[in-house]
């Protein structure tokens, strides 16, 4: 790989100020399970990488009953899994986190990696396309190989958001600090993501010398149950082919919200409105969940190897919406 | 997922029963592989395989690995036979046997990923 040089940053400003430097091409570096991977690959030659890992106080995880939770984003994902209070009050976070990887990686990954991270597609990854997403004409699924592309929200680029922590944290109603030379704004996650369709070189809104400081997710409501289910095609370690995040309000077996994000079937966290809306106020039993998870998928566009996911997609939502409620079938 | 693998293998003399053993857990793991996992993967534009990584090109791990339990079957008087592709080659077959036994539905392609399994229960009309 070609040299780069190192550097340490000592806090958040320190950070921002040397990645903004519009003079050098540096990248952010928290595990680097991403990132190092890319710069192998040969696709990325950065000058230099900035270390947060340095920076004191970002890794933290605090939770309150007034403020909910505040996960700094390089608390790794073993953290956030292993957390008690994510674990009783945000068991979708908990599972999300908990399903990534494998335990070498939940050690050294971090969650502000994990929902930045660049996508796992083989014509982005491979040296040997000139794909949409890093600045050529064309998108080579289309006419390739698509298994695991997504068959949601496609086009012209048609990526997978490969985050399972993502959807997780949206289903939530997460929000997210982005901090740079000029200071700090804060996005709701479902603001944070970008389709193709807007722009097909990027998955979020980091601008140049941008990173996320703060993932803040709200304290649960009354009632509140969740749960994440990811379906792999290789159970040892692997992406989702599909994912659900659920978060339910019930009020006894009466759901008064529901709040559903998918994994695998768009180039974004997908929101289900569609699933959400038929959800709301009802009991959840297994007619009404049907119904849910066929709106779900009722939009779908399959690519020519993908139309498998359009079945997964709905067994997954139904099994984690019953899960979630606790209802057995 | 396999749960339980039972491997009876006859190939006369065993010469040595440690590294037999050995030989049969590999090629089961290894046929496992095969039958549920590895695929390579082509693009038909440029002909390049699209997987040539150790992500993509996906090999059986822990949680693919079943109970194994195997039998020799000795028959000294035989001599020594050949035990480098027995163990792995009936292995997918077994794997393809069994996903018949549970579902109803012939698969003939492999890898047996979900796709291709829904696939087939599609054509026999049995699709849930």
Known sequence: MKAFSYYNAADVKDAVAVLGDSGSDSRALAGGTDLIGEIKNRYISPDRLVNL????????????????????????????????????????????????????????????????????????????????????????????????????????????????????????????????????????????????????????????????????????????????????????????????????????????????????????????????????????????VEKAAEAAVAGAEPMEENGYKVQLTKTILKRAVLRAAGVEV | RPVKFV???????????????????????????????????MDPNTGLMVNPNMENYKLAGTMETPEIEVVIDEMPERGPIGLGEPPRIPTAGALATAVYNATGAWVRRMPMTPDVVLEALANKGGAR
């Open chain 1, 53 to 288: 890992k340095s920076i004191k106080g970002l890794d933290r995880i605090k939770y309150s009953r007034s403020q909910g939770l505040t996960l700094g984003p390089l608390a790794t994902l073993a953290e956030v899994a292993g957390h008690e209070q994510v674990r009783v009050r945000y068991p979708a976070l908990a599972e999300a986190a908990e399903s990534v990887g494998s335990p070498q990686l939940r050690n050294v990954g971090t969650i502000g990696g994990n929902i930045c991270q660049r996508p796992r597609c083989w014509y982005y990854r491979g040296e040997e396309y000139p794909c949409l997403r890093k600045g050529g004409s064309h998108c080579y699924a289309v006419s390739g190989r698509n298994k695991y592309h997504c068959i949601i929200d496609g086009g012209p680029c048609f990526i997978v958001h490969p985050s399972d922590t993502a959807p997780a944290l949206m289903a939530l109603g997460a929000r997210v600090a982005i901090t740079s030379a000029r200071g700090e704004r804060e996005v709701g996650l479902d603001e944070f993501f970008v389709l193709p369709s807007s722009d097909p070189t990027r998955e979020n809104i980091l601008g140049p010398g941008e990173i996320v400081t703060r993932i803040s997710v709200p304290p649960p409501g009354e009632g509140q149950r969740s749960c994440y289910l990811k379906f792999k095609e290789r159970e040892s370690r692997d992406f989702a082919l599909v994912g659900a995040a659920v978060v339910l309000e019930l009020q006894g077996r009466t759901c008064r919200r529901a709040s559903v994000v998918l994994a695998g079937v768009a180039p974004v966290p997908h929101r289900s409105t569609a699933a959400e809306k038929i959800l709301s106020g009802q009991a959840i039993a297994l007619a009404v």
């Open chain 2, 7 to 41: 491997a009876v293998q006859d190939f006369g003399m065993p010469m040595n029963k440690l590294t037999a053993r050995s030989q049969i857990n590999g090629g089961i793991i290894m046929g496992i592989s095969w039958a549920l996992c590895e695929d390579r993967t």
